[in-house]
């Protein structure tokens, strides 16, 4: 019984360890994945995390919404696009606007839109249509606080330091303690054996 339990312990912590692992490369890869405007991008796919609740009742605060790069030809009036709106020379903050107007007369790499409020904006700031989108609920606040400065710390640097710690004292307690369970074991082996004779 006492050695199923301990095959048992193995296994959970082998599948932690796995879980851990894709979780920490994940977070890692999305941080790599950072574009200019702090966001990142795979695949064509830009991942936007909701902060707020301005966008309720479309997006709720914490989705994660993955964006498909949009081509200026499938963008129309009356659809509604995420986009990135300059605040400063190095600063942006996302969008989300229904574009009223299209203005596409010089062609697709000088598409201009022209959204709510009268806010003209080019082809290259839009991050692309909420018609290729995908949402997942309540995965933003988790990734916001992973890839933030002190979760990445604790994901990778607190937990792997742990981790090396347990296996630390696990291969003291092998060395220390496991020549002696063989002993005893090989004993038992050898009074069998006297036993059967």
Do not use: W
Not at 38 to 61: A, M, Q, R, V, W
Not at 150 to 166: A, D, E, Q, R, S
């Amino acid at each position: 019984m006492k050695k199923f339990v301990k095959t048992l312990v193995k296994i959970l912590q082998g599948i932690i360890l796995i879980a851990y692992a894709i979780v920490a490369i994940a977070v890692t890869v999305l941080l790599l994945s950072y574009n200019e405007h702090f966001c990142s991008e795979i695949g064509g796919y830009t991942f936007i995390i909701i902060g707020d609740e301005e966008l309720e009742p479309d997006f709720n605060k914490g989705d994660l919404v993955l964006i498909k790069e949009t081509r200026a030809k499938d963008i129309n009036a009356g659809d509604n696009i995420f986009l990135y709106k300059k605040i400063t020379t190095s600063q942006y903050e996302i969008r989300y606007a229904e574009v009223l107007q299209k203005n596409d007369e010089l062609g697709e790499r000088s598409t201009q839109y022209i959204l709510e409020g009268n806010t003209i904006i080019d082809h290259e700031d839009v991050i692309g249509s909420t018609e290729k989108m995908k949402v997942i609920p309540h995965l933003g606040t988790l990734l916001q606080v992973l890839e933030s400065k002190y979760g990445y710390l604790f994901l990778i640097v607190v937990v792997t330091f742990i981790t090396l710690l347990y296996e630390i004292y696990e291969l003291v307690m092998e060395i220390k303690y496991g020549d002696e369970e063989r002993e005893i074991a090989e004993t038992k082996e050898n009074k069998k054996e006297k036993v059967k004779r």
